[in-house]
């Protein structure tokens, strides 16, 4: 039994890493052909207006990163900040599903942007709504032909179900009855276990038969600790990390955008 809790546990744990490195890498793609692609080839400059557009769609995407995050931690819209609760606090409100997060993606989000988590419409998929009108418009201004505007959208779609599968394993926990259960069998086991030590081994079954419970207890709580991966402990995916770096990617690449110079510079024909 413990042997299947930590295996399902442990596999919880490596598809959230997977999910949630497979929205990146789509969240990446998609900047990437964006600000490539967001022009014609010795055509017209794009206006004042379409490069807004264009870098107002970026800042959607890596905002989308965020709101899957706080997605994710059940966070919605509070000012609160988690490190600031006591860790009790933070457990209630988590198990009370309130709102623990900061808005740190609202700089991203366009101005005057509405959300309806209240009414139960994610951020991320609102958000994906706005950047498939993107994908439209690029193509409808002959930015995107029509099969680079398809992949596109297939990268799209690949994130949203990614984050979709991400919160299939936020929302599934484990049957309570099956951790009632194992925990039943192993207090059962360590009530036991002295009688059917102490003959051989006296005064030492003491010893022995703690750190038996110990090992066996331990093993239920490296499963506990690993079924919902998306948290703050220490032994979660470093969320916050990849985020992070995920920013940081993206501002950079933003502002070479903007300078049209480095990477961005147009070669001389």
């Known amino acids: ?9 442990y596999d919880r744990f490596w598809q959230g890493n997977q999910h949630l490195t497979t929205v990146e ?9 964006f600000l490539t692609c967001s022009h014609v080839t010795n055509g017209p400059d794009p206006t004042d207006a379409e490069k807004a ?11 989308m990163m965020y709101a899957a995050k706080h997605h994710l931690r059940a966070e ?10 006591s860790p009790g606090e933070v457990e209630r409100r988590r198990r009370e599903s309130h709102s623990l997060a900061k808005p740190e993606y609202n700089e991203y ?39 680079q505007a398809s992949q596109m959208t297939v990268q799209l779609n690949t994130l949203v179900a990614s984050y979709g599968a991400m919160e299939t394993i936020h929302l599934t ?24 030590l102490v003959e051989e081994m006296g005064w030492w079954t003491i010893l022995l038969t703690a750190f038996i419970m110990f090992t066996l207890y331990g093993i239920e709580a490296i499963g506990a600790q690993l079924e919902d991966p998306f948290g703050y402990d220490r032994n979660d995916i470093k969320v ?30």
Not at 53 to 63: A, K, W
Not at 77 to 84: E, F, K, R, V, Y
Not at 119 to 124: N, Q, V, Y
Request: charged content about 20%; glycine content about 8%; aromatic content about 10%.
């Open 76 to 85: 919605w819209g509070s000012t609160t900040l988690p490190m600031l609760m």
């Open 25 to 33: 890498t789509c969240i990446r793609n998609l900047t990437r052909s």
């Open 240 to 269: 916050d990390a990849i985020v992070e770096d995920l920013r940081v990617e993206t501002t950079v690449l933003l502002e070479e955008w903007r300078r049209g110079s480095g990477i961005f510079a147009q070669p001389p024909f």
């Open 1 to 9: 039994m413990l042997v299947f809790r930590n295996q399902t546990s």
């Open 109 to 147: 989000l366009p101005t005057g942007t509405r959300t309806f988590e209240d009414h139960g419409l994610g951020l991320l998929l609102q958000l994906s709504i706005q950047v498939e009108g993107y994908i439209k418009r690029g193509n409808d201004r002959g930015w995107f032909h029509p099969p």
């Open 173 to 196: 926990p484990l049957p309570v009855a099956y951790l009632i259960h194992m925990r039943q069998v192993l207090a059962l086991f360590g009530a036991v276990l002295p009688f059917a």
């Open 53 to 63: 557009d264009t870098e107002r769609t970026i800042r959607i995407l890596l905002g």
